[in-house]
């Protein structure tokens, strides 16, 4: 099994639609959570952290679930900019390293 | 700050050849990491650094060595260079002290093609 895992869509949503990406992970020891944002031939930059709480960062909602080893995010009233591929990472067995999923496509369309 | 810079931002190699991708950090950050990232897959960590004069491997470091006599630069050289090691190569920091410290700050990569 995969360290995590992600369905690589595409999405392809319209503007204003609410679209939700989920995520798995095997090592039931993690915990350190994160969905990075990468846009086409470019670095990954953090969108945000993932708490157990859950937590939302304006139109962005993310969610874990340990108990499922599941992490999954919202977005609400898509905009054109969001358009990227969303990461979703978790820390790995060494305590320091990132285990990064292949990631998620969205295009967000007028 | 400029936060993680790299150069060169594109290269193109022949097999055999060597050559140094070098990464820069000016956040004064303990962790550092090279990844590699081919088409449509994950980022692949090759090697990462908790300080200076201390490095390790990561998942996939065969064909690369790194060295790290600074907190500020982490080069990443390949000696002999394959047509396997095509791939965008991203360096990427860490704060040493934060209730995140896997938060990870990524330079803007280096395209590499081995031919």
């Known amino acids: 099994r995969k360290e995590v895992e992600q369905d690589p869509g595409p999405f392809n949503v319209p503007e204003g639609a609410t679209v939700a990406f989920n995520c798995t992970y095997s090592n039931s020891a993690s915990q350190s959570f994160f969905w990075y944002r990468q846009d086409c031939r470019k670095e990954p930059k953090l969108l945000m952290s993932?708490?157990?709480s859950g937590n939302e960062d304006g139109r962005f909602t993310a969610q874990l679930n340990r108990a499922s080893q599941y992490i999954s995010l919202l977005i609400r009233d898509s905009k054109l900019s969001d358009s990227a591929t969303y990461l979703c990472v978790v820390n790995g067995r060494s305590g320091y390293a990132l285990n990064f999923g292949k990631g998620t496509s969205l295009l967000v369309t007028p | 700050n400029a936060g993680v810079t790299q150069t060169p931002k594109f290269r193109i190699l022949k097999i055999g050849q060597s050559m140094t991708l070098q990464c820069t950090q000016d956040?004064?950050?303990?962790?550092m990491y090279w990844y590699r990232q081919d088409p449509g897959m994950g980022l692949k960590l090759i090697y990462y650094s908790v300080g200076a004069g201390i490095t390790d491997k990561g998942e996939v470091p065969n064909g690369y060595n790194v060295s790290r006599s600074t907190t500020e630069d982490f080069p990443l050289r390949l000696e002999l260079a394959a047509p396997s090691q095509t791939s965008v190569y991203f360096c990427a920091s860490s704060p040493t002290s934060s209730a995140n410290y896997n938060e990870q700050f990524f330079g803007p990569g280096t395209r590499l093609t081995v031919l």
């Open positions: 956040m004064n950050h303990n962790y």
């Open positions: 993932v708490y157990s």
